[in-house]
């Protein structure tokens, strides 16, 4: 419940939240229409929530909230922090990247987020953790994306700023991975929670943009729609995440 913002519900599979960790190794990252020379590369460690919202003209659109982001771009985390609602944190990432392997050890300067794990790319690409919810490769392909729409809720206004993203060659591979740590479900908002590893996928060359945000306000039924959906959907039920 903390981590649903007004107007949002979870996206659930057999009623099991998801929390996407995704790791990017991004390069020439700028506000569209602008120079290459202000562009950026860094390393992006980032943890979205899986919801819904629901405009007023009854569309009912998948897409992510954004918990936390973590970089080792001390300028990403002040001009991201400046333009959007990343929340952007310094820390120290190793990553290193072969033809079969992937390797992951994270740490935020703050002490809330440690991340150690690492993956074989050279493995079937028909691969589910054991325990995962999901009854195949294909189910779990709903949920890597490309997720359309990111939201954020703006209190300001009581308003969800929505905000489209649009990718190309997304052609993800689900891969086996070792996830040694994850200490952002350490914090109280996850107490009583049971994580469970779901699924794990690989991509690399992607092309992507975000189009301009659209801001809607909220309605007095879609500013009490959160409080609706836990009423009718018991919490043990729920708060199991990726």
Known sequence: ???????????????FGFVAVAAV????MRPRGFPDFISQDY???????????????????????ILR???????????????T???????NIDFSLTDERLKLNSAS??????????????????????????????????FAGPMPFTFDYEKETNSIIRVEGVRENWHPKSVPADVQKISFFEQKQFAGAKPVHCSSFFL?????????GICEELNESQSNMTERYYSQ?????VDDFE
């Open 204 to 212: 690399k060359d992607i092309p992507y943009y975000w189009k301009e």
């Open 43 to 65: 390393l992006l460690l980032g943890y979205r929530i899986f919801v819904r919202f629901k405009t007023h003209e009854g569309r009912n659109l998948r897409g992510l909230r």
């Open 1 to 15: 419940m903390p981590l649903l913002a007004p107007g949002l519900v979870l996206d659930t599979y057999r009623n």
């Open 233 to 237: 959907k018991s919490l043990d039920k």
């Open 109 to 142: 300067d703050d002490g809330i987020s440690e991340l150690i794990c690492e993956a074989d790319l050279s493995a079937s690409e028909n691969y589910l953790p054991k325990g995962s919810p999901f009854s195949s490769v294909r189910d779990a392909l709903k």
């Open 69 to 83: 982001s973590d970089t080792d771009s001390s300028s990403m985390v002040l001009t991201g922090n400046l333009l």
């Open 85 to 91: 609602h990343y929340g952007f944190c310094k820390s």
């Open 25 to 28: 190794q991004t390069s020439k």
